[in-house]
């Protein structure tokens, strides 16, 4: 290609050369990347900005991936990570092979790379007995989605992702309660996402996720965390979660809602919010500490006191825009929310919304009484009878009266004040210049000296 060519002045305009690959299919984009070296990095990070992974035994293990991955890592922005629950997802009770009993798993991630060479390894599993069940009754997906260290340095080859997303589908509401490989993929993705340099995310994806996934995408006080966790979390600033619905009657277990209430709470700096219950509607997430199914103790409970303790109330600070669709609601929790969020609140959405209480004039009631007081006025009604004729009888309606509030009272007053400060200094000053001319007055001079006392004397 001839250095001076219109073609190579065009390529060379990222403007112009991004907008006509945007326009392009993915399959012309691959074989245009093939054609020469000049057009294969502008369009390798076009064609490799939103990468799709569905985890596999071999997806962060197998060299020759990963070689690609870091060759094509840096232009990543969009990471879509795919893990649906399936028959390969389900893990069976660990038994005892010699009485048949069901063991306990205690999982602890091994997040640092065993040294090969040393021959003093500690065990992935705690011991050497539970790696050999493992081993023997786990499928192969349940060690790739443990291998902590392979998320790691996968996550670590996407120095400029911005946008995560995580797509969980397919869970039985059987299984509800009970661990799969997802849920362990979740924990080493979480884990990679914490320690890995990712300094440029700020969106979050979850949609869908089951209940359980969000236990284990919570940086406090989960599988592997530390004192740094939350760090990484804090640069979120939009957030798309939908959720699986589950029970939330009384008599139900409220656990997850208390987790779900706790994991929002990760995200102090969140903006954007797009929040779906799947399902059957479920309550208002961003007031879960007023919900009534938290707020009434349970009679089953194995420390009282501690489960007492109300929810602390979740505050966003620099909340822009709410979505929330598929909720139930009450009026009051509506209400106290936009009023504490009136600051940076700027625009909220509730689709598919029921009420349980209250009324939707009641729900909204805070952001009238702000919209009046930004304006200064407020509303007040009289009647006021208007005479058609002398002959027809009086009619009488409600007209709306708009009266000054004491703030404009005060403002008006201030300026009246000043005003007439202004008056009265002009006054003066021309009061004064009068006494000066009529003193230099030859007739104000002559009877200053008839009246003076030498001049009766005199004469």
């Known amino acids: 290609m001839a250095p001076t060519s219109a073609l190579t002045r065009f390529w060379r305009t990222d403007l112009a050369r991004d907008g006509v690959l945007e326009l392009l299919e993915r399959e012309d984009l691959e074989n245009l990347r093939l054609v020469c070296r000049d057009l294969s990095a502008p369009v390798a990070r076009m064609l490799f900005s939103d990468l799709r992974i569905t985890f596999r035994n071999s997806t962060f293990i197998k060299p020759a991936r990963m070689a690609a991955l870091k060759r094509i890592g840096g232009h990543v922005r969009t990471l879509t990570f795919v893990m649906p629950h399936t028959q390969e997802t389900f893990l ?81 509401a059987t299984h509800r309660y009970r661990r799969s490989v997802v849920d362990y993929a979740l924990i080493s ?140 609601v009450d009026a009051s929790q509506v209400a106290s929310f936009t009023t504490e969020h009136r600051h940076s609140l700027e625009e909220f959405d509730f689709e598919d919304t029921v009420l349980r209480s209250g009324t939707w004039d009641d729900a909204l009631a805070p952001l009238t009484r702000m919209s009046d007081k930004e304006h200064g006025v407020r509303v007040e009604e009289a009647e006021v009878p208007i005479m058609l004729s002398p002959e027809e009888p009086s009619m009488y309606f409600k007209p709306t009266i708009l009266s000054p509030t004491p703030a404009t009272h005060h403002r008006r007053r201030r300026t009246r004040k000043r005003r007439h400060r202004e008056h009265v200094g002009d006054r003066s000053q021309s009061k004064a210049k009068a006494r000066e001319v009529h003193w230099l007055s030859p007739e104000h001079l002559k009877r200053f000296i008839q009246s003076s006392v030498l001049f009766s004397s005199w004469r």
């Not at 010699?98 to 040393?118: H, K, W």
Request: positive net charge; glycine residues 4%.
């Open 92 to 172: 069976p009770p660990l038994l005892d092979p010699i009485t048949g009993e069901e063991l306990t798993f205690v999982y602890f991630p091994q997040i640092r790379e065993p040294d090969v060479s040393s021959r003093q390894n500690e065990p992935k599993y705690g011991s050497w007995e539970m790696n050999e069940l493992l081993v023997k009754q786990y499928p192969t997906l349940f060690h790739a989605a443990t291998n902590v260290p392979s998320f790691v340095q996968a996550l670590s080859c996407m120095p400029s992702l911005r946008s995560l997303k995580i797509a969980c589908s397919g869970q039985a």
């Open 189 to 328: 993705l979480r884990i990679a996402v914490e320690r890995a340099p990712l300094r440029s995310l700020e969106s979050l994806c979850l949609q869908p996720i089951h209940p359980g996934g969000i236990h284990y995408l919570r940086p406090i006080m989960g599988f592997g965390t530390s004192p740094a966790s939350c760090k990484r979390w804090s640069l979120i600033r939009n957030l798309v979660l939908h959720i699986d619905s589950f029970p939330t009657e009384q008599g139900q277990s409220m656990d997850q809602l208390k987790i779900l209430h706790s994991y929002l709470q990760c995200f102090p700096n969140l903006q954007n919010l797009d929040f779906c219950w799947n399902g059957a509607k479920g309550p208002f997430p961003l007031s879960l500490s007023s919900e009534p199914a938290l707020c009434t103790p349970s009679p089953r409970t194995v420390c009282p006191a501690r489960y007492n303790w109300p929810l602390r109330p979740l505050k966003l600070r620099n909340l822009r825009y709410m979505s929330l669709r598929n909720v139930i």
